[in-house]
């Protein structure tokens, strides 16, 4: 199976901080990579599906960007609503994989 | 308004079956794949299984192999994970999810608020 590693596995930002989270796959995936958000209690929201494309409805803030093995996803200008943990999942192979998560903590 | 409502988690004791089901709705259900994750308590995210637009094929993760079978019945928009041989690893809250493509794996857009299955004696 592939493994997907995010580091950090946690973070301390500001409100207006950039904030970039990493997600690296054991081999080549392509650009078969998404992005989600989970608040505490809530089901995870895709925010950015093959690697790089936006999610109707996701603030602009939000990007991505990779290909192959290193992938990132950046907040131009964390929000408030913004502090969450964020899971990678490949989906270029069986079994697809999710990342063990990166906890976005307010400092 | 899409809708992904899951049910049927209970606590049971190792060794013992259960099936999850989830009733889907606001979008034409024959036309994607369908998935199960599930989510350990204060753990990530494990993708489950995978089934088809028609049932024809499927996919298990292989912590799950031999011990799960994804169905579903288009005919009621509906999902199912028969779950067998239950270990305590197996708890967990487990979500049902639409995928965008008919057959393949893809993306999750739409993401059910999950039925909580503990495996204890």
């Known amino acids: 199976a592939i493994q997907l590693t995010q580091s950090p596995s946690s973070l301390s930002a500001s409100v207006g901080d950039r904030v970039t989270i990493t997600c690296r796959a054991s081999?080549?995936?392509?650009?078969?990579l998404a992005w989600y958000q989970q608040k505490p209690g809530k089901a995870p929201k895709l925010l950015i599906y093959?690697?790089?494309s936006l999610e109707s409805g996701v603030p602009s803030r939000f990007s991505g960007s990779g290909s192959g093995t290193d992938f990132t996803l950046t907040i131009s200008s964390l929000q408030p609503e913004d502090f969450a943990t964020y899971y990678c999942?490949?989906?270029?192979?069986?079994?697809?994989?999710f990342g063990q998560g990166t906890k976005l903590e307010i400092k | 308004e899409v809708q992904l409502v899951e049910s049927g988690g209970v606590v049971v004791q190792p060794g013992g079956s259960l099936r999850l089901s989830c009733a889907a709705s606001?979008?034409?259900?024959?036309?994607?794949?369908m998935h199960w994750v599930r989510q350990a308590p204060g753990k990530g995210l494990e993708w489950v299984s995978l089934?088809?637009?028609?049932?024809?094929?499927?996919y298990y993760a292989d912590s799950v192999k031999g011990r799960f079978t994804i169905s579903r019945d288009n005919s009621k928009n509906s999902l199912y994970l028969q779950m067998n041989s239950l270990r305590a690893e197996d708890t967990a809250l487990y979500y049902c999810?639409?995928?965008?493509?008919?057959?393949?794996?893809?993306?999750?857009?739409?993401w059910g608020q999950g039925t909580l299955v503990t495996v204890s004696s």
């Open positions: 999810a639409k995928g965008r493509d008919p057959v393949a794996g893809t993306e999750l857009d739409y």
């Open positions: 606001g979008f034409t259900f024959d036309d994607y794949a």
């Open positions: 089934i088809s637009w028609d049932g024809g094929s499927t």
């Open positions: 081999q080549g995936i392509s650009s078969a």
């Open positions: 093959d690697a790089s």
């Open positions: 999942q490949q989906f270029n192979s069986y079994p697809q994989t």
